[in-house]
């Protein structure tokens, strides 16, 4: 069977996985050779100095909840250093390892160290970003990028298609990816059970060790006793 790993979240665990994965893998009549589907965060904006302010909304909510005080989605902020701990900082940038943030070109290149380093069938991109019209700018930028990939001779011998998660987002809100040679998938309430169920399952187990349990002692100074 394919194998998926959230890997924009537990990036510390991805180069062993795939090396059992491949190393373990049986033909099957399903699938004659393996094929590893890797997950990263994107965050795409004009300039690098953009999509690192952009990007921080993120970073506060995950350091939040580290700290075992989880938020909602906050509004990006110039001064995050000021504001988060610098091990957690740390950590939360341990975290992020396997993602993308900077300009296209940036990102562009970016991508291409990943696909260098895992050599994926597929890449599952996501993003947090709090104004949902920069969200969207940032899925059509990332869109354009990996098309160029998937048309291109150097990507193809492993890169066969791209997928976009798009959370609870409206299709008619993003007309750029109708005519793009990738596979969109929408969650919402109604969703029904689906592989990114197990993927999120397996990534949560991940997340466990790869970042709690670690962290526990430092976490405590943050809890109210």
Known sequence: MPYAFASHFAPALLENALFVYRSKFKPSKWLSEPYVIICVGVCVAETDEEA??????????FSSLIMGKPIKLPAPVENIGELIPNQVLQQVENTFACSATGSMKTVDETLLNIKTQYQPDELMVTGAIYDHELRKRSFE??????????NSQSWNKTLRKFTLLIDI?????????????IKVIYLNS???PHIITLV???G????SMNIFLPSLPGMTAYFDT
Not at 141 to 150: A, R
Request: charged share 15%; net charge positive.
């Open 52 to 61: 690192v302010y952009l990007k921080s909304s993120q970073i506060l909510s």
């Open 141 to 150: 930028m990332t869109s354009k990028i990996l098309s160029n990939y998937t």
């Open 169 to 181: 987002f409206e299709r008619e809100e993003y007309p750029f990816i109708m005519t793009k040679p």
């Open 190 to 192: 109604s969703t029904p």
């Open 200 to 202: 999120s399952l397996a």
């Open 204 to 207: 949560m187990s991940a997340l």
